[in-house]
């Protein structure tokens, strides 16, 4: 997304780009092809943010953060945490 709705920390905010991530998803669950569509919702990295579990020991290249990710779609579980 452009950068006032890129969540990155210092010049953008969260609340506006989920609501921007809540309007292009209430688009696609509106057209035509929803019940064959899936959504992977990911982020390029954790935005300094942060997370609440520290990474654990890599090597030079990593692991680095964790990066979460949303499955959206008419056949996904609801409610369901992957947590590997």
Same mark, same amino acid.
Do not use: C
């Given at each position: *997304?452009?950068? $006032?709705? $890129?969540?990155?920390?210092?010049?953008?905010?969260?609340?506006?780009?989920?609501?921007?991530?809540? %309007?292009?998803?209430?688009?696609?669950?509106?057209? *035509?092809? !929803?019940?064959? %569509?899936?959504?992977?919702? %990911?982020?390029?990295? $954790?935005?300094? !943010? !942060?997370?609440?579990?520290?990474?654990?020991?890599?090597?030079? !290249?990593? *692991?680095?953060?964790?990066?979460?990710?949303?499955?959206?779609? *008419?056949?996904?579980?609801?409610?369901?945490?992957?947590? %590997?």
């Amino acid at each position: *997304p452009q950068g $006032n709705l $890129n969540m990155h920390a210092g010049y953008a905010d969260i609340e506006s780009g989920d609501r921007h991530i809540a %309007t292009v998803i209430d688009h696609i669950r509106r057209g *035509p092809q !929803w019940e064959n %569509t899936v959504i992977v919702m %990911t982020h390029d990295e $954790n935005g300094g !943010w !942060w997370d609440h579990v520290a990474p654990p020991v890599g090597d030079r !290249w990593g *692991p680095g953060s964790r990066i979460p990710a949303l499955v959206i779609a *008419p056949f996904a579980k609801q409610g369901y945490v992957d947590h %590997t």
